[in-house]
């Protein structure tokens, strides 16, 4: 049975590298969620040469989104696994007006709804910085030369910024300053939260 009631739900929403994954696991801790990272569950099925992880292949080594359907049934089967969690930190889903409206539905489904979204907001030459930076050490594909950085900010603007609106309309979008240190971050991540 699922803790339906004082579930918090929350997505980290931003471009690529505004910190994200950083942030999630410290609030993961800080208040007991389950962090769901689209990213590192492909990254990890890459790892493992699966089925899926040939198919996102595909698509991450040149920055373009993986195709909806087969990232919304992987983030429903993840969520599926917890069924103890006291909520979720979903980082880097939904990126599509489809997956926003896939995770509203499954989420009824289940008696559960999003809290906020919350997004981190930084420029794009900092955030180009950053990855650059990462992919020197990280080996990440899509992390090693500018135009495949730039692929992915322009699949963000495309496809992934329409969802601030999506949420605005909700009364559930949330941003802040994605610039400073990580604990100053955390702190700023925290007070919206703690608002909820
Ligand atoms: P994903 O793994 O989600 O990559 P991304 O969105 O490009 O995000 P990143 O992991 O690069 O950045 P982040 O915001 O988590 O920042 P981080 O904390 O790491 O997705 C990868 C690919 O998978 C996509 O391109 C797509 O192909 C596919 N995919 C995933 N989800 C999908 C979906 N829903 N639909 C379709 N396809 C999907 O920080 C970045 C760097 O900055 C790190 O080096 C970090 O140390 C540093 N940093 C963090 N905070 C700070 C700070 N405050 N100051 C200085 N440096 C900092």
Redesign the pocket.
């Known amino acids: 049975q699922l803790h339906t009631h004082n579930m918090i739900n929350l997505i980290l929403f931003?471009k690529?590298?505004?910190?994200?994954?950083?942030?999630a696991n410290f609030l993961k801790e800080k208040y007991d969620l389950v962090h769901i990272?689209?990213?590192?569950v492909?990254r990890y099925n890459m790892k493992n040469d699966t089925e899926l992880g040939k198919l996102a292949k595909s698509?991450?080594d040149k920055?373009?989104?993986?195709p909806d359907e087969v990232?919304i049934n992987m983030l429903q089967a993840e969520v599926e696994k917890k069924p103890e969690a006291k909520g979720f930190i979903f980082?880097?889903?939904?990126?599509?007006t489809a997956?926003a409206e896939a995770l509203d539905n499954f989420l009824a489904s289940k008696d559960m709804g999003i809290s906020a979204t919350i997004a981190l907001e930084a420029d794009d030459e900092i955030l180009i910085q950053?990855?650059l930076?990462?992919g020197k050490v990280s080996g990440r594909a899509?992390d090693q030369d500018e135009d495949k950085i730039r692929n992915?900010f322009d699949e963000y603007n495309q496809k992934t910024a329409p969802l601030i609106d999506f949420y605005k309309k909700q009364n559930k979008f949330h941003s802040v300053n994605?610039i400073?240190?990580?604990d100053e971050?955390t702190v700023r991540l925290s007070n919206v939260i703690d608002e909820l």
Do not use: C, M, N
Not at 16 to 23: E, L, R, Y
Not at 63 to 66: A, H, I, R, S
Not at 91 to 96: A, L, Q, S, V, Y
């Open positions: 931003g690529p590298g505004a910190g994200k994954g950083t942030q990272s689209t990213g590192d492909f698509y991450i920055g373009d989104l993986v990232t980082d880097g889903f939904p990126r599509t997956q950053r990855l930076e990462r899509d992915r994605g400073g240190t990580i971050i």
